[in-house]
C-alpha cells in the first residue's frame, strides 16, 4: 500500500517569484482606486454645495459628515453603484436631519438630492474609468486564491479571462493541492500565507475551499486580517441568496463574495479615547462611593481596603489590577481558581456578587492597562495553563482585557463555560464597534440596577 506523502510547500527560489515581484512593483491598482473614489466623494459633495448655493458653515459641516458616513469600507472588486444607492440615501439624508435646526429646510432638502445625484453620477463615471484602466491592464492588484481545487481554479480562470475586474492573479495557496496541471503556481501551504503576503505586496486574498479544516484556517486568516489586504470567502453553497446587503458582498463574474471584516483604522484611537472620558467621569461620580465602602471593609477585616494582583491585559502584557478587598486567607489567591464564601463578610459577599469590587479599576483604564469592555483579565497561572487546553483561548488576548465584556453580559461569570466565554470574547473582538461598547455598558448598568433592585427585597 502506497503511502500518502504530504505536501511540501516549494521553496522561494523553486517559484517564479521574479515575475511576481515585479507585478506587486506596478500601479497598485487597490491605491489608484482608494484616493480616486475619495477625490471622487469629495467633488460630488463641493458640486452638490454650489448647485444647492451654500457654502455655510453648516452647509459644510453636513458635506463633511456625508463624506464619513458615506465612506466605503472597502475597495470593491465589482464595481457598481446601483448596490450602494442605500448608503448614498442614508449618507444625504442622516446628516442633514441633525443640520436642520441651523439650515433653512428647502435649502436642506435641495441639497441632500443635489449630494445624491452628485454621488451617483460621479461615482459611475468614476467606475467606468476605473474599470477600463484595469481592462487596459494600467492598473493591477496582485491576487493569491487560497484552495487550488475546481472553484478556486475557476477563480482564477475568470480573473485572467475578466481583466476589468483589475484582479492579477499569481498563485494558488494549498496544503494539499490535486495532482495535475493548474493554470498558476502554487506558492505554498496555506500556512505561509502571510509571509508571502507581504513579501509580494498581495492586495486581495480569495478563499475558495482549501483541503485545510475550517479550524486550521482560522488562525492564518486572522494573521492575515492585520496586514493591508483584503480577503474575501467564496461561500459553500453560493448557488444560494443570503440576507446580507448588497452593499456589504463582492462578487467575481456571478461567483459571490463575503469580505471578511477588517478593524477599521484608528479603531483603537477611538475606543482608548472613549475609555478615558468614561472612565473620568464614572469615577469621580462613584468616589465617595468606593471610599464609603473602601472604609467599611477596612472596618470588618482590618487589612488595606484595596487588593492588587497580576492579570493577563493583553498579549505579551500584564498589570496589577485593583479591586476592593472582599477575599480573605484562603490560600494562594493566584492559584485559587474558585474563591470560597467561608470567611467572608455579608457585605464582601454583597460586592463581589454585585462586581462593585472591581470597579476601582477604572484607575487601570486610565493608566492605559485596561479597557472599560474587552475581554475579562486572567491571572497568569490560569491564562498559560487555558492557553495549552482550549483552542484559541490566547485569541482573546488580541483586544485590551476590560472591566466588562460581551461574554459577561451574557451571564458568563465566575465558575460557567470557559468554552463559551471564550467565544463571546472573539466574537466581540471581530465584531467591535463603538456601537458595541456603548451596548455593552448600558447592558452592564441595567444588569447591576436590576440585581440592586432585586437583591434589597
Not at 61 to 76: C, E, I
Not at 184 to 195: D, F, K, W
Not at 440 to 445: D, E, F, G, Q
Request: aromatic share 6%; net charge positive; with cysteine.
Amino acid at each position: 500500500m502506497v503511502q500518502e506523502q504530504p505536501f511540501i510547500a516549494p521553496q522561494a527560489d523553486a517559484v517564479p517569484l521574479d515575475g511576481l515581484v515585479s507585478l506587486g512593483r506596478s500601479l497598485d491598482g487597490w491605491r489608484v482606486a482608494a484616493v480616486t473614489l475619495a477625490l471622487v466623494d469629495a467633488l460630488a459633495l463641493a458640486t452638490a454645495l454650489g448647485l444647492a448655493g451654500t457654502f455655510s458653515l453648516p452647509a459644510l459641516a453636513y458635506a463633511g459628515a456625508a463624506l464619513v458616513v458615506g465612506r466605503q469600507p472597502r475597495v470593491r472588486i465589482c464595481l457598481r453603484v446601483s448596490d450602494q444607492v442605500g448608503r448614498i440615501l442614508i449618507a444625504a439624508v442622516v446628516p442633514l436631519l441633525l443640520a436642520l435646526p441651523w439650515l433653512p429646510a428647502d435649502q436642506g432638502w435641495r441639497l441632500a438630492a443635489c449630494t445624491v445625484v452628485c454621488v451617483v453620477l460621479l461615482r459611475s463615471l468614476a467606475y467606468g474609468t476605473l474599470r477600463t484602466l484595469r481592462r487596459d491592464g494600467l492598473i493591477a492588484e496582485p491576487t493569491v486564491v487560497v484552495g487550488a481545487g475546481e472553484i478556486g481554479v475557476h477563480i482564477a480562470q475568470i480573473l485572467n479571462e475578466h481583466r476589468e475586474l483589475g484582479l492579477r492573479p499569481i498563485g494558488f495557496f494549498d496544503s494539499l493541492p490535486p495532482p495535475g496541471d493548474l493554470p498558476l503556481p502554487v506558492l505554498g501551504s496555506t500556512a505561509e500565507l502571510s509571509g508571502i503576503i507581504d513579501r509580494l505586496r498581495i492586495r486581495r486574498v480569495i478563499v475558495c475551499f482549501p483541503v485545510d479544516r475550517d479550524r486550521d484556517m482560522v488562525p492564518v486568516l486572522r494573521a492575515c486580517q492585520t496586514m493591508r489586504v483584503d480577503i474575501c470567502l467564496v461561500p459553500r453553497l453560493q448557488e444560494l441568496g443570503v440576507a446580507v446587503p448588497a452593499a456589504f458582498l463582492d462578487e467575481v463574474w456571478g461567483i459571490p463574495l463575503m469580505p471578511l471584516r477588517a478593524r477599521p483604522r484608528g479603531a483603537l484611537v477611538v475606543k482608548r479615547t472613549i475609555d478615558v472620558l468614561l472612565a473620568a467621569v464614572l469615577l469621580c461620580i462613584l468616589l465617595p462611593v468606593l471610599v464609603v465602602f473602601g472604609l467599611a471593609m477596612r472596618l470588618q477585616s482590618g487589612r488595606p481596603a484595596l487588593f492588587r494582583q497580576s492579570r493577563v491585559t493583553r498579549a505579551g502584557r500584564t498589570a496589577s489590577i485593583i479591586k476592593l478587598r472582599t477575599i480573605g486567607d484562603h490560600g494562594d489567591p493566584d492559584r485559587c481558581w474558585k474563591v470560597p464564601n467561608e470567611g467572608c463578610t455579608r457585605l464582601a459577599q454583597w460586592l463581589r456578587a454585585h462586581h462593585v469590587d472591581e470597579l476601582p479599576q477604572l484607575v487601570n483604564v486610565l493608566r492605559g492597562e485596561m479597557s472599560l469592555v474587552g475581554p475579562r483579565p486572567e491571572r497568569p497561572y490560569f491564562a498559560s495553563r487555558f492557553a495549552q487546553e482550549i483552542p484559541r483561548y490566547d485569541d482573546r488576548h488580541r483586544m485590551t482585557a476590560g472591566i466588562t465584556g460581551w461574554a459577561q453580559v451574557h451571564g458568563l461569570t465566575g465558575d460557567t463555560s470557559l468554552h463559551d466565554r471564550i467565544r463571546f470574547d472573539n466574537r466581540y473582538i471581530e465584531s467591535w464597534s463603538p456601537w458595541l461598547d456603548v451596548v455593552v455598558l448600558a447592558r452592564t448598568a441595567a444588569v447591576a440596577i436590576v440585581s440592586s433592585v432585586g437583591g434589597g427585597r
